[in-house]
């Protein structure tokens, strides 16, 4: 009982780090442009954009992943496909 709600708890707090993490990096994407000359600015940006677009396994989303698993839930691929992209697929359709 106890350690399901400690691997809630700690499902709950790396959700919510991944989310800053996300939000960081769009703001980062959408500012670097204008306050950075643009030879340091376009390779930040592309970074940032193939880190988040990308199907690289980020170690967040392996950290979930394996708190999911304690907690016998189903593993998810990405954490913006799973979170921010569940209503443009059909409902049929698996996770991203």
Not at 20 to 48: D, G, H, K, Q, T
Not at 50 to 63: A, G, H, M, N, Q
Not at 68 to 79: H, M, S, V, W
Request: positive net charge.
């Amino acid at each position: 009982m106890y350690s399901y709600i400690l691997y809630r708890g700690l499902l709950i707090l790396v959700v919510t780090v991944h989310l800053a993490v996300v939000i960081m990096n769009l703001l980062s994407f959408l500012i670097l442009a204008f306050v950075e000359p643009w030879y340091i600015a376009c390779p930040i940006m592309s970074f940032v954009a193939i880190v988040t677009f990308t199907d690289l396994r980020c170690p967040l989303t392996r950290l979930e992943n394996k708190i999911r698993a304690k907690l016998k839930y189903q593993p998810i691929k990405t954490f913006i496909g799973y979170y921010f992209c569940q209503w443009l697929r059909p409902k049929n359709e698996q996770s991203f």
